[in-house]
């Protein structure tokens, strides 16, 4: 897992230097702009973009999940929310998705680590990382996300 403000994303040399102006661009539009819910590909789906707009919700209301094919780039472009996160291999598989969809519902204990995001920042997740995004900070409150889903495959052929 990695927490950081996306200004800062560069450094960590994860991607390819067109991937990360389309990661970078697609953020900064997303709060420029008055972007819409929805999906944008990138490479026909091995890096893609959902914009997310929901409430918060609270912690007893959510479940936590995992993936497995892609990892997770969460940018708040506005808002802020909990992510409670907890090691993938502790958890018990609660309902298996996969391969139709690359999601894993899991049951867990008291999560590991409980992390604040706020406007400009972001969450990479891995598939050791179990995750229950989207809970409030106190109150019940409008985030808008773009969360990137970056296919693993493609990232060991390089």
Do not use: W
């Not at 420029?32 to 997310?52: H, I, K, P, S, W």
């Not at 892609?70 to 996160?85: P, R, T, V």
């Amino acid at each position: 897992m990695i927490v950081d403000k996306i200004e800062h994303l560069p450094q960590y040399q994860l991607f390819r230097a067109d991937e990360l102006d389309f990661i970078l661009d697609f953020c900064r539009k997303a709060v420029e702009e008055d972007t819409e819910e929805g999906r944008a590909d990138f490479y026909g789906g091995g890096l893609y973009a959902l914009v997310q707009i929901y409430d918060t919700r609270k912690r007893e209301e959510s479940v936590m999940e995992a993936h497995r094919e892609y990892l997770d780039l969460q940018y708040i472009a506005e808002g802020e929310e909990y992510f409670y996160i907890h090691e993938t291999s502790e958890c018990k598989v609660k309902e298996d998705m996969t391969p139709e969809k690359d999601v894993i519902f899991l049951e867990c204990g008291e999560p590991d680590v409980r992390v604040k995001a706020k406007k400009g920042m972001f969450v990479l997740l891995f598939p050791q990382d179990s995750h229950m995004p989207c809970i409030q900070t106190g109150r019940k409150e409008k985030v808008k996300k773009i969360v990137f889903k970056i296919r693993i495959k493609d990232r060991n052929q390089e």
